[in-house]
């Protein structure tokens, strides 16, 4: 069962808002990633994580902070976003960081006001 | 130069039709290659990885000549349900992280 969830599916926040999403999978898998991607453009990495510890930043923005409570879930915390973050967050998971294909979630759609 | 560049479509076929979608990468030190399916507003999803053999899957066949940095898609007999974009996937990671550079994607669109 390749399958990442993602929660919520929509998010509408203010920029002065405080949000989280939330991402899970159950493949025994020791890696997982962040990306964001734009209308009509592909997706673009943000955050890798390997073994729970964060490996890659991708220059992020530190209104975007990632969390990773255990091998199984990936959060990404959200505060005083702008409104060119309106987007679509794509969760993935792979087996670890090595040359493996990567699975990923439904995404959220997030606006921000 | 874009890490990876793809044919910038879009590309409208009958059904039935044969298409092919080519896509260039810069990086000579890349070992791993995939076509991603995105449907609109869905999430990208694996259709297949690529080896430098070939492999098919199906109606669909994919090619990866490393010396010349060049992969292929090719989709035979298209069906109204292949109308998605196509994305060509390379790892661009260095230091064992598996970083996935994305091209911008070809949209594929199947009439009746």
């Known amino acids: 069962d390749t399958e990442v969830t993602q929660t919520p599916k929509h998010l509408v926040m203010g920029m002065t808002n405080k949000k989280s999403l939330k991402c899970e999978q159950h493949?025994?898998?020791?890696?997982m990633y962040w990306y964001k991607q734009k209308a009509k453009k592909p997706p673009e990495l943000m955050f890798v994580?390997?073994?729970?510890?964060?490996?890659i930043n991708e220059s992020v923005p530190s209104r975007f902070s990632p969390e990773c409570p255990n091998s199984s879930l990936l959060n990404l915390h959200l505060h005083a976003l702008q409104p060119e973050d309106s987007a679509l967050y794509l969760c993935?998971?792979?087996?670890?960081?090595?040359?493996?294909?990567?699975?990923f979630g439904p995404g959220t759609r997030l606006l921000v006001l | 130069r874009k890490e990876v560049e793809q044919d910038p479509g879009p590309f409208n076929v009958p059904e039935g039709a044969t298409v092919a979608f080519n896509c260039t990468y810069s990086?000579?030190?890349?070992?791993?290659f995939f076509w991603y399916r995105q449907d609109c507003r869905k999430e990208p999803k694996l259709l297949m990885s690529?080896?430098?053999s070939g492999n098919e899957d199906g109606r669909f066949t994919a090619q990866l000549n490393r010396a010349s940095q060049y992969i292929s898609l090719l989709i035979r007999d298209s069906k109204l349900s292949d109308s998605a974009t196509y994305l060509c996937?390379?790892?661009?990671?260095?230091?064992?992280?598996?970083?996935?550079?994305f091209g911008a994607g070809t949209r594929l669109a199947v009439h009746p």
């Open positions: 990086n000579s030190a890349s070992q791993s």
């Open positions: 994580y390997s073994y729970e510890k964060l490996s």
């Open positions: 993935a998971s792979s087996q670890n960081t090595g040359m493996e294909t990567q699975y």
């Open positions: 996937v390379v790892n661009g990671g260095s230091g064992g992280y598996n970083k996935l550079i």
């Open positions: 690529v080896y430098s």
């Open positions: 493949m025994g898998h020791r890696a």
